[in-house]
C-alpha cells in the first residue's frame, strides 16, 4: 500500500455544542483553521478528542463530518479502536465507508490482555478490511496493555495492511525497532510533544501533536526544522513548545485546549461531563502567556 503519513498530524478536538453534541460547523472551522497553518494530516476521535466519552454513532457521525471537513486537502484517519473486536470492526469498516484514508487501532482498555490476544486482535482487524491501510495506536498509560516491538513484527508478518504505527508511550524503542519493517516502509509517528524533534533526529515519519490544535503554527514550524535538519532552530522551537505544553496542562487538561482555542477565536465547546471545564479566566491568562510563543520571527 502506498499511503504515508508524514510532517504533522494533528489528533482532533471533538467540537461539542451547547446541548453537548457533535458540532460539525465547529469541526468545520476547527479542520480549516488547522490546514491553513500547515498541517499535514488529521487524526480523528483519539484520546484528544475524547473518544471514550463518545457512543459508537457519535464516533461514526464524527469519522463522516472530519472528512467531509477535510474534503481532500489532507488524509483523515479515523480512530476506530473500541473494547472489543467486533465493535472495532464495526468502526473501521464505518470510517472506510466514510471515505477515510485508514484507521488507527488502539489496544483494548481496562482488562489486561496477552500479547497472544492483542495480536489476535490486530490481526482480525486487519482482516476484515484487506485493502484498507491500517494503525497500530500505542497509549499504554491509559490502556494499560503495551504494544511491544516484538507484537508489532508479528501483526506486520501476519497483517499486509498494518502499515505504521502512532506511539503515544513516551519512549521511542518500539518505533526506532520498527523502523527497518515493510523493507523500511513501515509508517512511524511519535505521539508526545516533548519527543518531536527527538522523533525527527530518530528519523520517524512524522509526529501526532495534541497542542497542535491550538499552537499548529509553532509545531509545524519545529518539524520542518527538525526535518531539514536545522538542529539549532529546531532546539530552539522544542524549547518554546514545552513552555506551550506545560501552559496547556501538558496534555492532562483537554479542558485548557478547548478553553484556549476559544481565547483564539476558535470555539469548540465544552467537554462532557463528568471531565471538569476549565474556568475562562484561566483560560485568558494561558493565551496571553501563549500567543508571544507563536511569534516566530522573534
Keep these: 500500500m502506498d499511503f504515508r503519513l508524514t510532517g504533522v498530524v494533528v489528533p482532533l478536538l471533538t467540537p ?77 469498516l464505518a470510517s472506510a465507508e466514510a471515505g477515510a484514508q485508514a484507521a488507527a487501532v488502539i489496544t483494548p482498555y481496562y482488562y489486561h490482555f496477552s500479547e497472544q490476544a492483542l495480536i489476535e486482535h490486530f490481526r482480525a482487524v486487519a482482516a476484515a478490511l484487506p485493502d484498507f ?12 496493555n503495551n504494544i511491544t ?7 506486520v508478518e501476519l497483517c499486509p495492511n498494518v502499515i505504521g504505527m502512532k506511539d503515544s508511550s513516551g ?26 524533534l527527538a522523533g525527527q533526529a530518530f528519523g520517524f515519519d512524522g509526529c501526532v501533536s495534541g497542542s497542535t490544535n491550538v499552537i499548529p503554527e509553532l509545531t509545524v514550524a519545529l518539524y520542518q526544522a527538525a526535518h531539514s535538519q536545522n538542529w539549532e532552530r529546531a532546539r530552539a522551537l522544542q524549547k518554546r513548545v514545552d513552555t506551550a505544553r506545560v501552559l496547556l496542562g501538558e496534555g492532562r487538561d483537554l479542558s485548557l485546549y478547548k478553553g484556549v482555542l476559544a481565547e483564539r477565536g476558535i470555539a469548540v465547546g465544552k467537554m462532557r461531563l463528568p471531565y471538569p471545564n476549565t474556568p475562562v479566566e484561566i483560560a485568558k491568562e494561558r493565551w496571553v502567556k501563549l500567543e ?7
Excluded at 491501510?133 to 494499560?144: A, D, K, S
Excluded at 527497518?180 to 509508517?187: A, D, H, S
Excluded at 508571544?292 to 522573534?298: M, S, V, W
Design 16 to 92: 461539542l455544542d451547547e446541548l453537548d453534541r457533535l458540532d460539525v460547523a465547529a469541526l468545520q472551522r476547527l479542520v480549516d483553521f488547522l490546514i491553513s497553518r500547515g498541517v499535514s494530516g488529521l487524526f480523528s476521535g483519539g484520546t484528544t478528542g475524547e473518544f471514550p466519552s463518545l457512543s459508537f454513532q457519535e464516533r461514526v457521525d464524527l469519522a463522516r463530518a472530519t472528512v467531509h471537513a477535510a474534503d481532500g486537502r489532507v488524509p483523515v484517519v479515523v480512530h476506530a479502536g473500541m473494547n472489543t473486536t467486533t465493535e472495532t470492526i464495526r468502526l473501521a
Design 133 to 144: 491501510p491500517i494503525y497500530l495506536y500505542n497509549n499504554p498509560q491509559f490502556t494499560g
Design 149 to 155: 516491538p516484538s507484537m508489532v513484527r508479528r501483526v
Design 171 to 196: 519512549i521511542l524503542t518500539t518505533l526506532s525497532a520498527s523502523m527497518e519493517l515493510r523493507g523500511g516502509k513501515f509508517n512511524t509517528l511519535s505521539g508526545p510533544d516533548w519527543l518531536i
Design 292 to 298: 508571544p510563543l507563536l511569534r516566530l520571527d522573534e
